[in-house]
């Protein structure tokens, strides 16, 4: 009688941390891991070439329904270009960071420089939380 009371004692126990692990792996998913892939998703639509995405500190905000990371896609010849920081707005909109190259005369320049400026903000304000 003890032996049983023990060992139902201890299926109950087990039973607990069960479900307590798949409560806690059900909240990861739904937090976590699924707005990260449908960030994902939604990038790699607008993208071209974007099956060939690959994508590193991808980060996502619930309050605000923002996502940010960076993406590198492959050029025609095969090769992946260079990584890009991205940011994806809650109506589908995708930023991606403009050219670091100021060409041009002073006019261009400036206009370069005032673009990467406008984009700096936007990571200020949306990814940086």
Known sequence: MIESRGLHALLAVAFGIAVFAVAVTGWWASTYWIPLQDVKGAVRA???????????????????????????????AGGYKGKKHFILFPGGELQLEPSRETQGDAAQQIAALEQQARYAQAIRANCLQ
């Open 46 to 76: 607008k993208l071209d070439n974007g099956a060939s995405a690959q994508f590193e500190h991808v980060w996502y905000s619930k309050q605000t329904r923002v996502g940010c990371g960076y993406v590198s896609v492959k050029e025609p």
